[in-house]
């Protein structure tokens, strides 16, 4: 398989891009690579400027659940176009929106429509320190909420595959009132709300966390959560920008039975459209302007190309069984995975919450950011590098999940899972070669 192509574009892209990419986990720096540079899609497949086809794991990271360029979304992308890009006046196609949201979402009674996840994060912060009149908020380590200054900290996402603790650029003054707690230990968020839980104003989670690889919530953690809101009057915010509409109609929510007083989503509720959402009880989310005093505006929020796409994509979603087929097609890629790996005499772990998933190249549960961090990522440079010789993109970083979307069949399947075969065979000499001390089996 060649690059040469998207080795010239990305050299180009360096000279007036930073590091040659606009977001910085598209680099492929963590798996000594560069970039490729994507032609086109459809389904689960991408082309390089190279040629070279994919099936697509990352499905630009999460959105995708329809596959690339799905007709019945380009054909609402199109017709609305056709109508016009943006007017900066109400159209029904937000109602439409507004009004399927809150049915699939019942947690959701209002909401607002906006352009990312991080704006959606960044609102919700605001409205819940508005709403109660508190500055301290709560968050866990290796969750990531959008790179909104007081929410970076302890990050996932790009700040964990480059290793990037808290972020330069943002004053102390700034992250004085966030704290930042290990995901899955309920005791230490007990003790933090024992100590000042009247100060707090919300604690943000990601139901299933997505991005310090795939960390599902330990039995009762979210329950927990939930209880210490209620005894300290805090506000509840689930960060469902990854895992609404993906896990369930109804999102984590609904899978784990747990409600949230505001959740923000973002991702599929654009159907690959720049968006980002975030609702929840009217007592709350009435103190927005203008019929609050809490603001929050935008130029292009609920546009109506974004709308549309996000519409059809929901569309499709409320087909029955869609979801029952998604888990069993992730059912199905991760046990084939997990026995490759085996076979290859390769140590995993593989993490899993219907369609998305994260195989992490260690032996030891992974339950929180610091067991996710012990993972090898030598090991996944190596196995994402003979994955992508193979015709398999995969996320350039150990702390990412994988995405499966209605567009991959059985086929895509079992070709990713006989390519798996190989690179863990790789992997496993890699160390082999490597003459690493550590024991992989
Ligand atoms: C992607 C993501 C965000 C940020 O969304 P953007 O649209 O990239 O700003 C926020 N929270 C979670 C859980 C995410 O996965």
């Not at 180009?12 to 930073?18: D, F, H, K, T």
């Not at 090991?379 to 994988?402: D, H, I, T, W």
Request: charged share 20%; with cysteine.
């Amino acid at each position: 398989m060649q690059w040469e192509r998207s080795e010239q574009l990305y050299k180009e892209a360096c000279q007036w891009i930073p590091g040659g990419v606009n977001s910085p986990v598209r680099s492929a720096r963590a798996v000594g690579m560069t970039p490729i540079f994507v032609k086109q899609a459809s389904g689960c497949k991408i082309i390089d400027e190279d040629g070279n086809s994919y099936i697509d794991y990352v499905c630009s990271w999460g959105p995708l659940i329809a596959g690339h360029a799905h007709p019945k979304v380009v054909e609402a992308i199109k017709t609305a176009a056709n109508r016009g890009t943006s007017y900066g006046i109400p159209t029904r196609v937000e109602n439409e929106m507004a009004r399927k949201v809150v049915e699939m979402v019942p947690s959701i009674e209002l909401l607002r429509m906006v352009n990312s996840g991080t704006e959606a994060t960044m609102s919700a912060i605001r409205l819940a320190r508005g709403y109660t009149g508190r500055n301290r908020i709560i968050k866990f380590n290796g969750c990531y909420h959008g790179h909104w200054d007081c929410l970076l900290v302890q990050s996932g996402s790009g700040l964990a595959t480059f290793g990037i603790p808290g972020c330069p650029g943002v004053p102390d003054a700034i992250v004085q009132h966030t704290h930042s707690l290990p995901y899955n230990d309920l005791a230490e968020v007990d003790k933090a709300m024992a100590a000042f839980g009247g100060e707090v104003a919300a604690i943000i989670v990601e139901p299933v966390a997505g991005n310090m690889g795939v960390v599902p919530p330990s039995e009762g953690y979210l329950e927990g959560l939930r209880r210490l809101c209620d005894e300290h009057g805090a506000v509840l915010i689930f960060d469902e920008v990854i895992t609404g509409f993906r896990l369930s109609a109804g999102g984590a929510q609904a899978l784990y039975g747990v409600v949230p007083d505001m959740t923000c989503l973002g991702k599929i509720i654009g159907g690959g459209l720049p968006v980002g959402a975030y609702g929840g009880k009217r007592e709350i989310m009435e103190h927005m302007a203008p019929v609050g005093k809490v603001y929050q505006a935008g130029t292009l929020s609920g546009n109506p190309l974004a709308m549309s796409a996000g519409l059809a994509t929901l569309d499709l979603l409320s087909d029955p069984g869609v979801y029952a087929e998604l888990e069993e097609k992730a059912a199905y890629l991760a046990e084939g995975l997990t026995k490759a790996a085996a076979k290859a005499g390769v140590a995993t772990t593989l993490n899993r919450v219907g369609s998305m998933g994260c195989g992490f190249f260690t032996g030891t549960r992974v339950r929180d950011f610091d067991s996710a961090m012990k993972a090898d990522t030598q090991a996944y440079s190596v196995f994402f590098q003979e994955m992508l010789k193979r015709g398999v993109y995969l996320a350039p970083s150990q702390f990412e999940a994988f995405f499966i979307s209605t567009a991959h069949e059985r086929r895509h399947l079992d070709a990713t899972i006989a390519a798996a075969e190989e690179a863990f065979v790789r992997v496993k000499q890699h160390y082999q070669t490597a003459g690493e001390k550590k024991t992989l089996t």
